[in-house]
């Protein structure tokens, strides 16, 4: 399967490694948490959640924009999230 890089901020990178599952690399908790979320709802939970509350709109639409590459790349491979 092919990969792609991604940036992000070290208090994402931060966050992320705190959400990852033992013996889950980095993007199967992706995957995991992005799951049946659209950038909207995803939004409306950083709007509230400790830790994401304070993201800049900046800071969000990076997220926004890593996100949609990363479920376009799902779908590009045929991976199946349901």
Not at 8 to 34: H, Q, W
Not at 52 to 67: A, K, P, S, V
Request: with cysteine; glycine share 4%.
């Amino acid at each position: 399967m092919t990969s792609k890089t991604i940036s992000v901020t070290l208090d994402v990178y931060n966050l992320l490694k705190k959400m990852r599952l033992p013996g889950e690399s980095f993007g199967d908790t992706i995957a995991r948490l992005c799951k049946g979320k659209t950038s909207e709802s995803l939004y409306l939970w950083t709007q509230t959640s400790e830790g994401w509350i304070d993201l800049t709109n900046e800071e969000h639409r990076l997220l926004d924009e890593t996100l949609h590459d990363v479920q376009a790349s799902f779908r590009e491979e045929r991976v199946d999230l349901s």
